[in-house]
């Protein structure tokens, strides 16, 4: 699993590998070349300067290349979808980590690449070194949607400096920067680290206000354009500091919307212990008045398939099975995870295990009488995804968007040169019917989509109808 963060800086680096897109503005007219004047080649500072040869980048490329062919679970899926090909990428990528001799273009070199497989979980890290400079998280004090196409403001923060500049909630954000959100999503269509165009969107309305910035680097302000009623402005923002208001909210929380229960659950991440403690007076209560139940994994980019399994086998008594997995037998993959050493090799499949069952255990008294409406959207990744197949087994209707389409169990890879870690997803999910989750998602019962004027108004359709669905057949009084 990657965090939201992680997904974000991710979205952004390979943005920024692969270009920006087509030109803004035709090409001007062919004139007199000019005199040639000497170039004088930038100084590079030591501390930024790649500490190993060209042909120990190019053959740590090849490292990867090899490592991905071996263990990736998903090869023939991009292959399908996007023309992945390992070798005519390598070969697309070597002279640029030839030329790669400062750990800015290597690091953009190599995010490059991975990101062409259009899978967030196939990550590149590096420990950055302790003379290098060090970078802080900023953030532009407000928040976005994408609805229907459009990036609209969601939230502005109290106080911000977005606040301060007029932005307001249902502006439609036009340009960054000078450069027309409509070129930035053009790029998205083409270059981007989530498998699905709608994953990727979603990642760019929700990551764009927050970046990283040298530390000791004065904050620049950045120029944002709204449209309001027909009227076009640009303000500049100057990106705060400080984190959000009130601070992150809570892996699960459960809150009430009249006598329907509402179970956010943000986030699958920690120890399985961990997440039972927490669910199970939560669970408690939701049984004690079952009036029906909502359980919102809108945003949650996922964590440990245990948890997922284990939240959902507190909502019913027998077990539910979602799907399957297989794993693809590496002997890396065989090595990273001690439960994959005893799986059995498929005969008809030849490098692939047999399929493993996606089954919760139920541990429930009974399963939960009234109700369930799971809201979904293109931010749930990964074991949300196999939480929202095993709950729509265990009764629930699923409300919203598609989900992301990221199924993974990574193993990680350690570069031989740079020590920068690679994450290589060595695990394929499916559905009930067999289709995989990579690349397309969990489809919704109901799909519900955002809209500006909702935004505006403050209104949640998904959500609405999620609480009227959970409301059905119920004596008491619904929203």
Same mark, same amino acid.
């Given at each position: ?7 974000r ?7 920024a ?44 490329l ?14 023939e899926?991009k ?74 403001v ?14 307001a ?13 409509d070129?930035?999503m ?54 705060e ?13 459960l ?35 079952p ?9 949650? *980019?996922?964590? %440990?398939? /245990?948890? @997922?399994?284990?939240? !959902?086998a507190?909502?019913? +008594?027998? &077990? ?16 990273a ?13 030849k ?25 979904i ?21 699923l ?33 009930p ?12 019962? *109901?799909?519900? %989509?955002? /809209?500006? @004027?909702?935004?505006? !108004?403050?209104?949640?359709? +998904?959500? &609405? ?15």
């Amino acid at each position: 699993m990657l965090t939201s963060m992680t997904c974000r800086a991710f979205l952004a680096l390979a943005l920024a590998a692969c270009g920006s897109g087509p030109a803004a503005h035709p090409a001007p007219a062919v004139q007199a070349a000019p005199p040639v004047v000497p170039v004088t080649e930038p100084v590079v500072a030591a501390t930024d300067r790649v500490p190993f040869s060209s042909e120990e980048r190019v053959a740590e490329l090849a490292f990867l290349r090899d490592a991905i062919r071996d263990t990736y679970a998903h090869l023939e899926v991009k292959k399908q979808q996007w023309g992945v090909d390992l070798d005519a990428l390598f070969a697309r990528y070597e002279p640029r980590i030839r030329a790669a001799e400062t750990w800015t273009r290597y690091e953009a070199a190599m995010v490059g690449f991975v990101s062409e497989l259009h899978d967030a979980h196939v990550a590149w890290r590096r420990k950055r070194g302790a003379s290098e400079a060090k970078r802080r998280i900023v953030r532009l004090g407000l928040d976005t949607k994408l609805a229907k196409g459009e990036l609209i403001v969601s939230n502005v923060w109290k106080g911000s400096s977005a606040e301060a500049a007029g932005l307001a909630v249902g502006d439609r954000i036009v340009a960054i920067d000078d450069e027309p959100v409509d070129r930035r999503m053009a790029v998205l269509a083409t270059v981007r680290s989530a498998s699905r165009v709608e994953a990727a969107a979603y990642d760019f309305a929700e990551g764009w206000p927050v970046s990283r910035a040298a530390i000791d680097a004065p904050l620049r302000a950045r120029q944002i354009t709204r449209e309001r009623a027909g009227a076009v402005v640009t303000v500049g923002v100057l990106p705060e500091t400080t984190g959000r208001p009130g601070g992150e909210p809570p892996a699960i929380e459960l809150e009430h919307d009249g006598p329907i229960a509402v179970l956010r659950v943000r986030s699958l991440e920690g120890p399985v212990k961990k997440l039972v403690e927490t669910v199970g007076p939560l669970m408690e209560a939701i049984f004690a008045a079952p009036h029906g139940l909502v359980i919102d994994l809108r945003g949650n *980019d996922g964590g %440990f398939e /245990d948890n @997922a399994r284990a939240l !959902a086998a507190r909502l019913v +008594a027998g &077990d539910v099975t979602g799907g399957t997995t297989r794993v693809r037998l590496s002997q890396r993959a065989r090595e990273a995870h001690r439960a994959w050493q005893a799986l059995v090799e498929d005969p008809d499949r030849k490098g692939w295990s047999v399929a493993q069952p996606l089954t919760a255990h139920g541990v429930a008294a009974g399963r939960y009488p009234a109700n369930i409406a799971v809201v979904i959207d293109a931010g749930c990744r990964s074991s949300c995804e196999t939480l929202a197949l095993l709950l729509r087994e265990a009764g629930g209707r699923l409300i919203g968007e598609r989900t992301g389409g990221a199924s993974g169990a990574p193993i990680t890879v350690v570069l031989p040169s740079s020590k920068a870690t690679v994450t290589i997803p060595a695990r394929a999910m499916y559905d009930p019917h067999g289709a995989p989750i990579e690349g397309f998602g969990v489809a919704p019962d *109901d799909e519900i %989509f955002d /809209d500006r @004027a909702a935004i505006a !108004a403050g209104h949640d359709p +998904a959500f &609405d109808a999620a609480v009227a669905w959970a409301c059905q057949r119920q004596a008491s009084p619904c929203p």
